[in-house]
């Protein structure tokens, strides 16, 4: 099996505009506009996103402001702040004691 393809912007990067990544990828800098990654998105304790994300799973421990669509598992670590609308196609919303959740949690699946 191959190694996940990951992608890393550092601390103290500023990034404006849209990524399209294959796998994951790991904030530790800023990023504002449209980011879509395969695997998990990994918001570092430093990091700052305002977004509109489409992701499998999200890992918050900085600060997200926006909307996110995830097919995954979303966890909020005790520093983390979520501040926007979530829609997940499978429901899994894990916060830490400390984590903040402010917005929307929707149930992304289509009822027939």
């Known amino acids: 099996m191959a190694p996940e393809n990951i992608t890393i912007i550092p601390e103290g990067a500023i ?15 800023k990023v504002t506009g449209n980011i879509k990654c395969k695997g ?17 799973d999200v890992l918050i421990s900085g600060n997200f402001k926006g909307k996110m669509n995830v ?4 966890e909020i670590k005790a520093t983390g702040i979520f501040i926007g609308d979530l829609i997940q196609k499978y429901p899994l ?3 830490e004691k400390g984590g903040l959740f402010k917005g ?7 009822e027939k």
Do not use: F, Q
Request: proline share 2%; net charge neutral; aromatic share 0%.
């Open 15 to 29: 990034i404006e505009g849209k990524l399209i990544l294959p796998g994951s990828i790991t904030i530790n800098g």
């Open 40 to 56: 998990t998105l990994t918001i570092n304790s430093k990091a700052k996103v305002e977004s509109t994300v489409e992701a499998k």
């Open 71 to 74: 097919s995954g598992k979303v």
């Open 93 to 95: 919303l894990i916060i």
């Open 104 to 110: 929307h949690s929707l149930d992304g699946v289509d």
